[in-house]
């Protein structure tokens, strides 16, 4: 019996002795495999963005594992297939424009866990700025040594505006230098050393892509100077009726007073800026204003000459000029039957209105339509119309120094 219970008590022993089998614990991994870290997507080359990882652990089944995908702080809590590929579909703050921070957490049951994280860049989708020129006009005429601005303006859907680069040229002089850049996308070059003939002159913008854009507009530069004084300076000869167009009046203001309220619109038609030094606004009988100082109207624009130049008793109206309605030497606009003419010092009419109380009514601009700005002659009542655009702090329709409302002809 004692051989037993010693048989028994070894056995015993023995399994208490064996040393038990634990499972150490280990972390998960984790890879980001699309996109890679740094790269640039751009719109427009896919409908959503997809990211995909890949995943593993010793001991957790690879689609038990916890996939917590953090874009730009938005959480997303997925999972991954039996071979550890993670897919997300993001929404549609995934391509909006800029950098974006991408984390992956995978978690397995242990609560053990690793992260990846990578950043990507959105960019607009590829293509050519756009690029217009916007002054002057296709097919302008200059004289030689004369100065003329050139302006554009660009845009792109990848690049800002700011960073666009601007580059002018002409065929027959190459670049023109001196480029000014506004924050816009705008840009203006001035020059006076274009060389005889018809030139090209091109607009060309790249972006930060290397992609370019470009506009072109024809530019005559013409010998037609006449030469004055003892020194033979060149100059351009004086307009020829019709260079010169009355545009706009008021002629029987009702917020003001005629003697203050009432004015005149004159339009540019040419591309070179006139100097009104020396003019002079009249009718046939006795009203006549001569310009005294220099008055610029500036090409393809506008003067507008008022009786008062005081804005808190003119109507609200924005002045050039002026023509002292209230004092000899003055224009005065007639409410019944008048003309407005406009002189060149040497008494050549440059333009002339006869109108009539039919023309008008009171409280409003008469305008001329703006298809006729440039088609002499415009003393035709059915080409004339009154305003309804409001911009006058008086409330009266009328548009003093931009174009005019279209008229029902």
């Known amino acids: 019996m004692k051989h037993g219970i010693w048989f028994v008590t070894l056995v015993l022993l023995a399994c208490a002795s064996e040393p038990s089998i634990r499972r150490l614990p280990a972390d998960p991994t984790v890879e980001i495999t699309a996109p890679e870290d740094g790269q640039i997507v751009r719109q427009g080359e896919q409908a959503a963005l997809t990211f995909e990882s890949l995943v593993d652990d010793s001991y957790t089944p690879l689609d038990e594992l916890v996939l917590r995908w953090e874009l730009d ?41 690793a992260t990846a994280e990578l950043t ?29 601005s050139f302006r554009g303006v660009a845009s792109d859907l990848t690049t800002p505006s700011a960073d666009l680069v601007h580059a002018w040229s002409s065929n027959k002089g190459g670049p023109i230098k001196g480029v000014l850049l506004g924050e816009d996308g705008a840009s203006v070059v001035f020059t006076d050393d274009l060389v005889l003939g018809t030139h090209t002159v091109r607009l060309v913008v790249t972006d930060e892509d290397g992609e370019v854009g470009e506009d072109s507009i024809s530019v005559h530069v013409v010998e037609e100077l006449i030469e004055t004084g003892d020194t033979g300076t060149l100059t351009p000869p004086e307009p020829e009726p019709g260079d010169l167009v009355i545009s706009e009046m008021m002629i029987n203001p009702a917020a003001a007073d005629d003697d203050f309220g009432e004015w005149v619109e004159i339009y540019n038609t040419g591309s070179r800026a006139v100097d009104l030094f020396g003019y002079s606004i009249h009718d046939e009988d006795f009203d006549r204003y001569v310009f005294e100082v220099p008055l610029l109207i500036p090409g393809r624009g506008y003067v507008v000459l008022c009786a008062s130049v005081d804005m808190t008793v003119n109507g609200g109206v924005p002045c050039n000029g002026v023509f002292r309605r209230e004092s000899a030497g003055a224009l005065a ?43 002499a002659p415009n003393n035709d009542p059915g080409r004339w119309c009154n305003q309804s655009t409001v911009v006058l702090s008086s409330g009266e329709p009328g548009t003093p120094g931009a174009e005019n409302d279209t008229c029902e002809l």
């Not at 897919?87 to 549609?92: E, H, R």
């Not at 003309?339 to 008469?366: Q, T």
């Open 73 to 113: 702080g938005e959480l997303h809590v997925g999972a991954a297939d039996e071979q550890g590929v993670g897919l997300w579909t993001a929404p549609d703050q995934a391509l909006e424009l800029g950098e974006h921070t991408l984390s992956l957490t995978v978690v397995d049951s242990d609560k053990d866990r």
């Open 120 to 148: 990507y860049v959105v960019l607009g989708p590829l293509g050519a700025p756009s690029v217009e020129i916007t002054a002057p006009d296709d097919g302008t005429s200059v004289f030689v040594g004369e100065e003329i």
């Open 333 to 375: 606009l007639g409410n019944g039957t008048d003309e407005v003419i406009l002189s060149r010092p040497d008494g050549v009419i440059i333009d002339r209105i006869d109108y009539n109380d039919a023309w008008f009514a009171s409280g409003v601009a008469l305008g001329l339509d703006p298809s006729f700005l440039e088609m």
